[in-house]
């Protein structure tokens, strides 16, 4: 969906009323049918709100992008969600939600590397160029590292 792209790109650049404005525009007509990116979408409003220090609506689009995933049962688009909320409310302050937040990421990553068809290449995951500041990022409510994925727990648990 070319709106994924644009809003990504919007991202990189700092651009962050136009994501705002364009998911906007879109949003109502998702609702109403094509319901499958909403998720992703809302994820890159909630990015943009939050680069634009409105944390409160940040949060409030990121919560909506996480109930929109689980309707729709997309794991894909809920992991940095997840992150995304861990990190936003571990700067405010709540550091028991940031951790609950980080260890659904995780198990969600879980689910994602235990049904994998590409066994070796899980670890890979980690080198892509959007994986890794996420899970840093949400990562950070821990003082101990992530670990790579091995073992039943792939990722450690706070």
């Known amino acids: 969906m070319l709106i994924l792209a644009e809003n990504e790109y919007d991202l990189l650049v700092s651009n962050y009323e136009q994501v705002i404005r364009r998911v906007d525009e879109v949003t109502p007509l998702q609702r109403l049918g094509l319901k499958t990116y909403l998720p992703d979408v809302l994820y890159s409003k909630g990015k943009a709100l939050a680069a634009l220090g409105q944390t409160d609506q940040a949060l409030s689009t990121l919560a909506e992008a996480k109930e929109r995933a689980e309707t729709i049962g997309s794991r894909r688009s809920m ?80």
């Open 79 to 158: 992991w940095p969600i997840l992150c995304e909320l861990s990190r936003l409310t571990r700067e405010e302050g709540e550091e028991t939600q940031a951790r609950a937040f980080y260890n659904q990421a995780l198990d969600v990553l879980d689910y994602i590397f235990d049904h994998s068809q590409l066994p070796g290449k899980k670890i890979d995951f980690f080198s892509l160029p959007h994986v890794k500041p996420l899970i840093e990022a949400a990562s950070s409510v821990s003082s101990s590292p992530v670990r790579q994925p091995g073992g039943s727990r792939r990722f450690p648990r706070l």
